[in-house]
């Protein structure tokens, strides 16, 4: 079940400020609170979905479409897009998501090392 009080959901409704990077009607993208890079930007649709899981099901192909292309665009405007980026969505508890409303996080500006932590 989706929460409407979920803070992204807050940043759509205007009720909280963010950073705007990017936005069209179906996606809204701003810079994370706490930033791991140099370059940390999320990129969300608008359309209420939990997780990518939630929005592979469930969102049109609109929406899809214009998440994907909002990633490029993010790169582009944060001039990373020819050095080099990492997109992660984390999903569930395993992956730690925090928070409940699908986002895509754009990382870039510095070299990013390993994929994941070894254990
Ligand atoms: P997750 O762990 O769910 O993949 O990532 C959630 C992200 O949301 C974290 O990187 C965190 O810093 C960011 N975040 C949490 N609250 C806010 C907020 O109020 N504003 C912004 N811009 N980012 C937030």
Known sequence: MYDD????????????????????????????I???APVHTLVIPKGK????QDFAEKASEAEITALTRAVGKVAEIKG???????????????????????????FG???????LVRK
């Open 80 to 106: 990373i897009k020819d050095s080099g980026f990492r997109i992660l969505a984390n999903a569930g508890g395993d992956a730690h998501q925090e928070v409940p409303h699908l986002h895509i996080h754009v």
């Open 109 to 115: 500006g510095r070299p990013l090392g390993p994929m």
């Open 34 to 36: 706490n930033p791991q």
């Open 5 to 32: 009080d979920n803070i992204f959901a807050k940043i759509l409704r205007g009720e909280i400020p963010c950073k705007k990077v990017y936005e069209d009607s179906h996606v809204l993208a701003f810079d994370d």
């Open 49 to 52: 979905y939990v997780s990518m």
